[in-house]
């Protein structure tokens, strides 16, 4: 079915979708929980496009993004769209894609860090503020695989390291 490309708002990024990864979440919409799935996810009605985890290239800002530019390669999670061509999302929801990952790698990373996060996540809200975990997850299979590591910080932001498979962190 074809669809407008969205116009972005004056704080929003049109993103070209060059990548977009397949998870539970998406399945859970089709197949295996499809009711359910979208009534946990305060739906009532069943998504237009699916995906949720995209990379791609900014094709155009709106007039008061400041992070973006056209050619910039970003990655990022949306709560749907990422299975189109184009996505409009706001600026403070995209990430600009680290150098050592191609889209298709970044594609992969946004739904598996919020997966690898959640012990910070959890412990925050058990109000361990301020406890430090190590933490590090493996995220694909095969050669395209990176492992995520890094000191979690439950009172600030995540340090996480980034590693190419040839290049794993010992």
């Not at 977009?20 to 929980?33: K, P, S």
């Not at 499809?34 to 290239?57: C, V, Y």
């Not at 894609?97 to 809200?125: C, I, M, S, Y």
């Not at 095969?142 to 290049?167: H, K, M, S, T």
């Amino acid at each position: 079915e074809e669809i407008d490309t969205p116009t972005p708002g004056e704080l929003d990024v049109l993103v070209r979708i060059e990548a977009a990864a397949l998870n539970r979440r998406d399945l859970r919409h089709v197949a295996v929980e499809p009711w359910l799935g979208r009534f946990g996810a305060g739906r009532q009605q069943a998504l237009t496009i699916l995906g949720s985890d995209l990379a791609g290239r900014v094709e155009a800002v709106g007039r008061r993004v400041t992070r973006f530019a056209p050619g910039d390669e970003v990655y990022a999670w949306a709560d749907s769209g990422a299975f189109a061509e184009y996505i409009a999302l706001p600026e403070t929801a995209l990430e600009p894609k680290p150098g050592n990952l191609t889209l298709e790698q970044a594609a992969a990373v946004p739904f598996a860090a919020q997966t690898a996060d959640r012990p910070r996540h959890q412990a925050r809200l058990a109000g361990r503020a301020g406890a430090q975990h190590e933490s590090e997850a493996l995220l694909g299979q095969g050669p395209g695989q990176l492992l995520v590591r890094g000191p979690l910080d439950i009172a600030g932001p995540v340090g996480l390291n980034w590693a190419a498979d040839d290049e794993k962190i010992a």
